[in-house]
């Protein structure tokens, strides 16, 4: 049985993505209880020949190649349509993961029947600056949790790489990443929320984020950034009537209202 499908796409980043794997393989679970899918979202340098490298080594490894660029929402949907495990977990092929993390984290999501289990995360390479770090929660849903004063969801609970998914959960409710744009976490996070039944959050640094102050998502008022905001306005006004009809809780009616209305400091990047 595989526990864990590990998702990674990756573009432009042959200098990252072998400390990326290694971190993958450096583990305390067998290679037979989970996989490592690899999309190739058509990059143009060396990172699939460094990936291919790692398959020929590595029988649970599986690469995936977008026909087009679908950026890194679509990327990762990509790989969740070939994704075999009973438990997923997106990883941006930048950054990387704690050593001997994966047996711990399954048997958390698992003992406690979960869809989603949540986690803290350190930077790198300035480990000194600690990110917020929530205390401890016992098991309530996801909407609960969404809108509990420990956490800050722009902040704590929007990036999609610091979860475990049940898998069944994802494709059951339809929650699947935006394409071709930017942002893609932001309305993924509100779906997760909303529909989960039973969500954790522990205080295990599970996660290596890459912080780069260059990044695109750092530079407010772009072009480029109100083009992909105006587009995940769109996807707000729609989600909103989703979650009327399906969900029925006016906290998500009102902090989609609200983000719309008020997105200054909500459209960069949570970290």
């Known amino acids: 049985m595989?526990?864990?499908s590990i998702i990674i796409p990756f573009y432009n980043v042959e200098q990252y993505i072998a400390q990326c794997l290694d971190s993958v393989y450096n583990q305390d679970i067998p290679?037979?209880?989970y996989e490592v899918i690899c999309v190739d979202d058509c990059s143009p340098d060396n990172s699939v020949e460094?990936?291919?490298?790692?398959a020929?080594?590595?029988?649970?490894?599986v690469i995936v190649r977008n026909a087009q660029n679908r950026k890194l929402g679509g990327a990762r949907n990509a790989g969740m349509e070939v994704a075999h495990g009973k438990y997923v977990w997106f990883v941006d092929s930048d950054d990387f993961i704690e050593h001997n993390c994966i047996m711990n984290l399954l048997n958390i999501v698992e003992t406690e029947d979960l869809d989603i289990l949540h986690f803290n995360y350190k930077?790198?390479?300035?480990?000194?600056?600690?990110p917020h770090k929530p205390i401890e929660t016992d098991v309530m849903s996801g909407a609960d949790m969404f809108f509990?004063?420990?956490?800050i969801w722009y902040?704590?609970?929007?990036?999609?790489?610091?979860k475990l998914y049940r898998r069944q959960f994802l494709l059951d409710n339809l929650i699947c990443f935006a394409e071709h744009i930017m942002f893609e976490d932001n309305d993924y996070a509100i779906l997760v929320f909303a529909y989960a039944k039973r969500a954790m959050h522990i205080n295990l640094s599970s996660y290596y984020y890459r912080y780069n102050p260059e990044s695109i998502t750092r530079i407010k008022h772009t072009s480029e950034h109100i083009e992909y905001w105006l587009k995940l306005c769109h996807r707000l006004v729609a989600l909103k009537e989703r979650l009327m009809h399906d969900v029925k809780d006016p906290r998500f009616i009102s902090?989609?209202?609200?983000?719309?209305?008020?997105?200054?400091?909500?459209?960069?990047?949570?970290?």
Do not use: G
Not at 50 to 54: C, L, M
Not at 56 to 61: C, E, P, W
Not at 155 to 162: G, I, K, M, Q, S
Not at 260 to 269: A, H
């Open 148 to 151: 509990d004063k420990r956490f």
């Open 155 to 162: 902040h704590d609970l929007v990036t999609a790489w610091r």
């Open 123 to 130: 930077r790198y390479p300035h480990e000194n600056v600690l």
């Open 50 to 54: 460094i990936v291919e490298q790692y």
């Open 56 to 61: 020929m080594k590595h029988s649970n490894l």
């Open 2 to 4: 595989i526990r864990l």
């Open 31 to 33: 290679e037979e209880e």
């Open 255 to 271: 902090l989609i209202d609200n983000f719309i209305k008020y997105p200054n400091d909500l459209i960069i990047s949570p970290v």
